[in-house]
């Protein structure tokens, strides 16, 4: 009788420890990238301060990160972004640079060594800068713009999203509406609005109802915090939204086919527009 021994073959596979540490490196760049901002020091908290993260510390980098937050303050600041957006609000004529009253850079992956794989790519850095608040204002001025002055009222926000399979209205905690949520706060933050998101406790509407509230202007009486109500509809290809906004008794405004991030900036936008001229 023929007896068959199966021998177990050895596989060499040390030449996929390369390709394994650049899997491994590039999943930690993911991480970083997909994980929360860092809370910036409170030496950088204002409406004449922002953050961005730029590659590396040098220029061009360093200057475009410098051009992007002094946009954004810009907008934080006055409250016109479409001033910013056309122009119309310019940049000083020695650059924004002139106008730094504080300016740090912090390595998002420090305490990571650096690793071969790197090769020619720079560290991520936040890039956090505090312009002179008077410079600005009269920056703002000078291009026919103004400061919108603090302390802003906080706008209670009620977002439907209406989904082939769910709708729900977006709330400070919980699973449903997560990415609408963060995008809210994130926008918010970078305007300068205080905003309030329903808790479970709070008896918002259901999401039909916000929908007809915004679409005939049936809300009722004003009270005493503002509210931005708006619906945030998926289109049938699953890729673009369709929203609907209405800032209490005011007209409503529209946007369609855009990504929801776009169309939550144009409801955050909208109602600073309303409020700033009120």
Known sequence: ??????????????????????????????AISAGPAMAAPEDFIGLNCATTIITGTED????????????????????????VASNRIAEPPDGPAALIERIELEDRMKGIPVHDEQGT????????????????????????S???????????????VETPNAAYIVRREGADGYGQRLALIDTATKRG???????????????????????TGQIGKKGA?????????LNADGADWNAAWR????????????SFDDAIREG???AIDRLRTQ
Request: proline share 7%; with cysteine.
């Open 247 to 258: 800032l209490d008794d005011d007209e409503a405004w529209h946007v369609d086919e855009v």
């Open 225 to 233: 915090m503002p509210t931005l109500y708006g619906t945030l509809t």
């Open 1 to 30: 009788m023929n007896i068959l021994c199966a021998v177990p073959t050895i596989v060499d596979r040390s030449h996929l420890l390369p390709r394994l540490k650049r899997v491994l490196f590039l999943a930690v760049l993911v």
């Open 60 to 83: 061009p980098e360093r200057s475009r990160g410098i051009v992007e937050v002094f946009e954004e303050v810009a907008v934080k600041m006055s409250g016109d972004e479409e001033g």
């Open 121 to 144: 790519r720079e560290r991520p850095h936040f890039l956090r800068v505090c312009f002179d608040r008077d410079k600005m204002a009269a920056l703002l001025r000078a291009s026919g």
């Open 193 to 215: 609005l205080p905003i309030r998101l329903p808790t479970d406790e709070d008896h918002a509407s259901e999401a039909r109802d916000i929908a007809r509230f915004v679409e």
């Open 268 to 270: 955050i936008g909208g």
């Open 146 to 160: 103004d400061v919108w002055p603090e302390p802003r009222p906080e706008v209670r926000i009620v977002l439907a």
